[in-house]
């Protein structure tokens, strides 16, 4: 089986800066798009970013620039670094990756438990 872990999530003042971290373990051969969301209170889940096996990255419009979505292969770790938050980044934010095990079924998809991002005014 694979497994997604999260950690870095907590309370930061406005302004503030947080990483965020997602490391999958298990049975793994390869990991494709590795993905960032978000919900807060009340609302839809979101996308943040998104990064896929070859580097590309995407990001939520409304992030104006703010965020950055990093991975390490080798690691098979996706990371969000969180610069100039606002109280509005208040939510559970969620990793996702898919991707190939080594055991049937191949395909996984898979999410993180979620962690939490508070950010007081």
């Known amino acids: 089986q694979v497994h997604l872990v999260e950690s870095g999530g907590g309370l930061v003042q406005a302004g503030g800066s947080l990483r965020l971290s997602c490391a999958a373990s298990g049975t793994i051969l390869t990991i494709n798009n590795m993905a960032w969301y978000r919900q807060a209170p009340g609302k839809q889940r979101e996308l943040v970013a998104t990064i896929t096996s070859t580097g590309t990255t995407n990001y939520a419009d409304s992030l104006e620039g703010r965020f950055t979505i990093s991975r390490d292969g080798a690691e098979n770790t996706v990371y969000l670094q969180m610069n100039s938050l606002k109280p509005e980044d208040t939510a559970v934010y969620y990793c996702?990756?898919?991707?190939?095990?080594?055991?049937?079924?191949?395909?996984?998809?898979?999410w993180g438990q979620g962690t939490l991002v508070t950010v007081s005014s």
């Open positions: 996702n990756m898919d991707g190939l095990k080594t055991v049937l079924p191949r395909y996984f998809d898979l």
